[in-house]
């Protein structure tokens, strides 16, 4: 490739006069990195590239991701200046048809590649945080890929890698919390019903990760580093299907045998949402509240939960 990371520092700042010219040559460069890659790259039942081609290919993705993961990052333009709109395009639709173009690159199995799989990861996270509008615009594959993806990330060995899957997460909810808390669509029909990568239905987005995150703080292995991050992926979830959440609530009561752990647990999840004048509000200092409850929650009920 003509172009890499490299040359295009996150931390520089450019001129007006330059973002025009910077970005429409890089959509000319979207168009003619993603041609040249193939549609799937070989790899070995060793996990290994198996030619030297493909070696080249892999560090063309690598490169491809970690440019639209700068633009995310907003530190590579001056966002204040017009020069974008007059040259008749902007930072949401190169990032948008860059993701649309390497989404079907990117396989689980492509995904085993240590630097790949962080540099993908990382572009999810920034753009889910910087333009979570641009899901609802995504056609159903593309949409069902990067909620597959999400869910293989979450589950990942590497806690940097989760850790930007839950950011990732509370990007999603967050948005349309607060989207439909204003009387609009936030998510759409992604919210409610969706269709996966075998054309099967599934339930929306946010009950299906209020359902993964929940089952993952209480009885799945961890670090208690991630217990932050989970938090404020958790708190919007809960607030964006608080039904549901109820419903998860009273199954974990009733599945309790022992009434002193009943009586724990019934205790506990009050807390979770009560204590510390909890509001329904996303604001900084009600995320601070959420997450010493459930630091205070996991360390009251995980013990007894994951030994039953």
Same mark, same amino acid.
């Given at each position: ?28 460069? #979207? &168009?003619?990195?993603?041609?040249? +890659?193939? *549609?799937?790259?070989? =790899?070995?039942? @060793? !996990? ?15 490169? #491809? &991701?970690?440019?639209?993961?700068? +633009?995310? *990052?907003?530190?590579? =333009?001056?966002? @204040? !200046? ?16 860059? &993701?649309?173009?390497?989404?079907? +690159? ?203």
């Amino acid at each position: 490739m003509g172009v890499t990371t490299k040359e295009l520092p996150s931390a520089l700042c450019l001129e007006e006069s330059l973002c025009g010219w910077l970005f429409s040559n890089i959509c000319n460069w #979207l &168009l003619t990195s993603v041609i040249s +890659l193939p *549609s799937q790259i070989s =790899v070995s039942l @060793s !996990s290994s590239l198996q030619t030297e081609a493909d070696t080249e290919k892999y560090r063309d993705l690598r490169a #491809l &991701l970690q440019l639209l993961a700068n +633009l995310c *990052s907003k530190d590579l =333009v001056d966002f @204040s !200046s017009d020069s974008l709109e007059t040259h008749g395009t902007n930072i949401s639709q190169v990032v948008h048809m860059g &993701l649309h173009m390497v989404n079907p +690159l990117i396989t689980l199995e492509m995904l085993k590649y240590p630097k790949l799989c962080h540099d993908y990861f990382s572009l999810l996270s920034y753009l889910l945080e910087v333009y979570p509008e641009m899901v609802s615009q995504l056609s159903s594959e593309s949409f069902a890929h990067v909620i597959g993806t999400l869910d293989y990330g979450l589950h990942h060995q590497d806690i940097e890698v989760v850790d930007m899957c839950l950011r990732s997460l509370k990007a999603l909810a967050s948005y349309h919390y607060k989207e439909t808390g204003a009387g609009k669509a936030g998510l759409g029909s992604h919210a409610t019903v969706y269709k996966d990568r075998d054309g099967n239905c599934q339930e929306g987005i946010l009950n299906q990760f209020l359902r993964s995150l929940m089952k993952f703080l209480l009885f799945e292995d961890y670090s208690t580093d991630l217990v932050s991050t989970a938090a404020e992926a958790l708190l919007p979830l809960i607030l964006c299907e608080q039904g549901l959440y109820q419903r998860l609530c009273n199954e974990l009561i009733e599945r309790q045998s022992n009434p002193t752990f009943r009586l724990r647990l019934t205790n506990a999840l009050q807390s979770l949402t009560n204590s510390n004048h909890l509001s329904s509000t996303l604001d900084r200092t009600n995320y601070q509240k959420f997450r010493k409850n459930l630091h205070n929650f996991l360390i009251e009920v995980r013990g007894f939960l994951r030994t039953i």
